[in-house]
């Protein structure tokens, strides 16, 4: 019974036109052949599987070949055949991994200066060589950058970030790009031709996107599917090799997530989690399902970036087409952060559930169309009324004569209730409206003042006397009650009562007469002005017009500090 040959190395390319999905490579490689411009040194960058080894070898066949150095090595020479099995005595194959130390550069730099044994070329061909050590490296350096002229050294690497810099300007640089779904595809449907399997498009589409870019990793997983399930090979049997859920399974969540069916996505999850799939793995395939949503919505079925079926490019089309791209976008965040949460947790099955619950529970934004509608409509109807400012001064002066005639005509029970009392009598309406019109004469000539002047409130009011109340042990009663402080505040009362006015600083306990007599109010201990503020703003005809156009309601009011 011979020894079996897989399918990745039996299918390895021999020559450049065999190397898929790496033409910009190839074309530079057979142009410098052509013209006698090859370097003495090369590097292949790029992910796992997709070729740099190959065209290593390749490249090695070409310039050794007995017909060349020519673009298509014959592969019937002694030299191709020798090189092909990897027991070439001149093209030289070493794992950096296996030989990171200084002692195996210092005995590849004496081998080096000895003559090939009968090709034209002696070769290094060194894999993974970022993981060569500094030193070695650094004793490679001479020898790299004038190297004899029978010598090519040809460097391989998935981590080309790893590598210095002085070595990566001795080099022709190759980036190595990950090989389209639809490239793997169409080579493995050639392999299972040739070996005589069948296997429908769409299970040999699962191994395709299973193996993210790489056409070896396809390969080993077409070699697996094959053992499995024999010279057919169904979708079923795909499934379950490799622990993947159906791609309905996609549809239907993220389906059950835009209904807003909760129920349905907890079934979903459980059934996932049954079948024994990989829930990690599922979460990842379902983010790669929200970016294609995304992709679809922004470009449209026919971007040149999706690499799925049309059947399901169909599907996706009609389910982006009820959502909204903000939506599809934090629904993607939101799964974002749940795969990020289920890689570190060992209960993958609760985040999931939770991560899918929150997405389906999340509120639809508006549209950024209706939005701008609605704000132009705000527009148009403020340019019809005028200038919101003379708006807002009536609106405020109109308040201001309703609260002093409902004031008046407020029965006494009522008016103790909503009044203050402070010690020695009840502060009159007219009192608080002159208090507050004086704040705010004192926020124009001095904010500082203003800012301490605001955290007291209103114990009598006068011809002759201001007499305000402040916090037991606050700053603002330490300053205020200051000689200069109560100078300024004497000063600025004189300017806007047009007379002398005595102003007294006086200690009161707040959370006591908060209770009883002080107006402190059902605000938290909110003083005069502030409530006055509140009020005005709440009051204002743009703010009422905005509530009713955008359809919304006030929460909250802020004061800024010092207003």
Not at 452 to 466: E, M, S, T, Y
């Given at each position: 019974m011979g020894s079996y040959l897989v399918i990745a190395r039996k299918w390895?390319?021999?020559?450049?036109?065999?190397?898929?999905?790496?033409?910009?490579?190839?074309?530079?490689?057979?142009?410098?052949?052509?013209?006698?411009?090859?370097?003495?040194?090369?590097?292949?960058?790029?992910?796992?599987?997709?070729?740099?080894?190959?065209?290593?070898?390749?490249?090695?066949?070409?310039?050794?070949?007995?017909?060349?150095?020519?673009?298509?090595?014959?592969?019937?020479?002694?030299?191709?055949?020798e090189i092909a099995e990897g027991n070439s005595i001149d093209v030289l194959e070493i794992d950096g991994a296996s030989n990171t130390g200084v002692d195996n550069v210092r005995e590849l730099r004496e081998n080096v200066r000895y003559l090939p044994s009968k090709s034209r070329y002696k070769i290094y061909i060194i894999d993974e060589v970022h993981m060569l050590s500094t030193s070695a490296f650094n004793a490679l350096l001479k020898?790299?950058?004038?190297?004899?002229?029978?010598?090519?050294?040809?460097?391989?690497?998935?981590?080309?970030?790893?590598?210095?810099?002085?070595?990566?300007?001795r080099c022709q640089r190759f980036d190595f790009k990950r090989i389209p779904v639809t490239v793997i595809f169409e080579r493995l449907r050639e392999i299972t031709i040739a070996e005589g399997v069948k296997i429908a498009d769409d299970a040999l589409m699962l191994i395709c996107r299973e193996a993210e870019g790489s056409m070896r990793d396809a390969q080993s997983l077409l070699d697996q599917a094959i053992s499995y399930g024999g010279e057919e090979v169904k979708r079923e049997d795909v499934l379950t090799l490799l622990g993947i859920a159906d791609r309905k399974i996609l549809f239907d969540l993220s389906g059950a997530i835009f209904r807003k069916e909760v129920k349905g996505c907890l079934s979903l999850v459980d059934e996932l989690y049954k079948l024994g799939y990989d829930l990690g793995q599922f979460c990842r395939d379902f983010l790669s399902h929200f970016r294609n949503l995304l992709v679809v919505k922004l470009e449209g079925g026919e971007s040149p970036v999706l690499?799925?079926?049309?059947?399901?490019?169909?599907?996706?089309?009609?389910?982006?087409?009820?959502?909204?791209?903000?939506?599809?976008?934090?629904?993607?965040?939101?799964?974002?952060?749940?795969?990020?949460?289920?890689?570190?947790?060992?209960?993958?099955?609760?985040?999931?559930?939770?991560?899918?619950?929150?997405?389906?529970?999340?509120?639809?934004?508006?549209?950024?169309?209706?939005i701008l509608s609605r704000i132009e409509q705000l527009e148009a109807t403020l340019s019809r009324r005028g200038p919101s400012a003379e708006g807002g001064s009536t609106g405020s002066k109109q308040e201001k004569k309703d609260d002093e005639s409902r004031g008046k005509q407020m029965p006494a029970e009522e008016a103790s209730e909503t009044s203050p009392a402070p010690v020695g009598g009840e502060v009159g309406?007219?009192?608080?409206?002159?208090?507050?019109?004086?704040?705010?004469?004192?926020?124009?000539?001095?904010?500082?003042?203003?800012?301490?002047?605001?955290?007291?409130?209103?114990?009598?009011?006068?011809?002759?006397?201001?007499?305000?109340?402040?916090?037991?042990?606050?700053?603002?009663?330490?300053?205020?009650?200051?000689?200069?402080?109560?100078?300024?505040?004497?000063?600025?009362?004189?300017?806007?009562?047009?007379?002398?006015?005595?102003?007294?600083?006086?200690?009161?306990?707040?959370?006591?007469?908060?209770?009883?007599?002080?107006?402190?109010?059902?605000?938290?201990?909110?003083?005069?002005?502030?409530?006055?503020?509140?009020?005005e703003a709440v009051g204002n005809p743009v703010i009422q017009e905005a509530v009713e156009i955008f359809q919304g309601r006030i929460v909250e009011v802020k004061v800024k500090e010092g207003s």
């Open positions: 390895r390319p021999q020559v450049f036109e065999e190397l898929a999905g790496q033409e910009h490579v190839t074309r530079t490689l057979q142009n410098a052949i052509a013209t006698n411009r090859l370097a003495h040194a090369f590097l292949f960058a790029g992910p796992r599987g997709v070729g740099k080894t190959s065209a290593a070898r390749i490249l090695a066949k070409a310039v050794n070949c007995r017909q060349g150095p020519i673009q298509k090595p014959c592969n019937q020479c002694e030299s191709c055949k020898t790299l950058e004038e190297p004899p002229p029978h010598v090519l050294f040809i460097f391989a690497t998935t981590e080309p970030h790893k590598i210095p810099l002085t070595i990566l300007s690499n799925i079926p049309e059947d399901e490019v169909k599907l996706l089309v009609e389910q982006a087409a009820g959502v909204s791209f903000e939506d599809l976008h934090r629904l993607f965040q939101m799964l974002l952060k749940g795969e990020e949460l289920m890689a570190r947790t060992p209960f993958p099955k609760v985040i999931l559930e939770m991560t899918v619950v929150e997405m389906a529970r999340l509120a639809s934004l508006l549209p950024m169309e209706e309406e007219e009192a608080l409206r002159q208090w507050e019109e004086f704040l705010t004469f004192v926020r124009g000539e001095n904010p500082v003042l203003a800012s301490f002047l605001i955290q007291g409130h209103l114990v009598r009011l006068d011809d002759a006397c201001l007499e305000i109340g402040f916090a037991k042990g606050s700053f603002a009663l330490d300053r205020c009650s200051e000689r200069d402080t109560l100078h300024s505040v004497e000063e600025i009362a004189r300017r806007h009562f047009k007379q002398e006015v005595q102003v007294k600083i006086q200690s009161t306990n707040l959370s006591k007469e908060a209770k009883k007599t002080a107006r402190t109010s059902a605000h938290d201990g909110e003083t005069d002005l502030v409530r006055h503020l509140k009020k």
